[in-house]
């Protein structure tokens, strides 16, 4: 049971290249999500999949485009990178039911625009 | 807009103290609020979570508190260890279980 994976663990673009990262979790949880933690601050949700099939967006959506391949797989793609898009980048799941519901996070992916 | 502010920013206390963390809110309509853990170059390890018609919950050395009315919520670590060193976030569950984060405390504790 390896939880919420992530890849890859760490990229380094050029500005205007475009990537996808990926995102896995074996819970079957319904809900999931991706963060972008930069130095200082918390963590800012992106976007959101509540559930297979609908995506909506967070708070920081701009840039950034997502997939809800099927219940496991969630991805985002950078179109084309850009400097302020350097980030750690976290995956979450959840089984989105009740008020008792809590998210498991991936390790990260740590990304770097040049 | 939801805001979520954690005090201090960081804390350096010797090994053996009982520690107080403090997360506050602006506004009171919540789902649930969860305390995480996170080191350094890692990802974050939930360790306790506070249903909203709860008011604590505890994990071995670990208890937290939640106050809705107030707006608050605070991790209380007894005697604390170095392998406690790590950044503590709490984060607010609103709709559809989107978690809204504070900035966190960097903790340090030393022998």
């Known amino acids: 049971n390896a939880g919420v994976t992530q890849t890859p663990k760490f990229q380094v673009l050029k500005t205007g290249q475009s990537m996808t990262l990926q995102c896995a979790q074996d819970m079957n949880h319904n809900s999931m999500y991706w963060y972008r933690q930069d130095p200082g601050m918390g963590l800012r949700l992106i976007y959101y999949s509540a559930s297979e099939g609908t995506t909506d967006k967070g708070e920081v959506p701009n840039g950034y485009n997502v997939s809800r391949l099927n219940k496991r797989e969630f991805s985002l793609r950078l179109e084309s990178a850009a400097p302020s898009q350097t980030s750690v980048y976290f995956c979450?799941?959840?089984?989105?039911?009740?008020?008792?519901?809590?998210?498991?996070f991936g390790p990260g992916t740590r990304l770097t625009v040049l | 807009k939801q805001e979520v502010t954690q005090i201090p920013a960081a804390l350096s206390v010797p090994e053996g103290e009982n520690l107080v963390l403090n997360c506050s809110f602006t506004?009171?309509?919540?789902?649930?609020l969860q305390w995480f853990r996170q080191d350094p170059g890692k990802g974050l390890t939930s360790l306790l979570l506070i249903q909203s018609s709860q008011r604590e919950q505890t994990s071995g050395r670990l208890n937290a508190s939640l106050d809705k009315s107030s707006g608050r919520s605070t991790l209380y670590i007894a005697a604390s260890q170095p392998g406690d060193s790590a950044t503590y976030l709490c984060?607010?569950?609103?709709?559809?279980?989107?978690?809204?984060f504070g900035a966190g405390t960097r903790l340090a504790v030393h022998p």
């Open positions: 506004d009171s309509a919540i789902y649930n």
């Open positions: 984060a607010l569950s609103g709709g559809y279980n989107k978690l809204i």
């Open positions: 979450a799941s959840s089984t989105g039911r009740g008020s008792y519901n809590e998210q498991f």
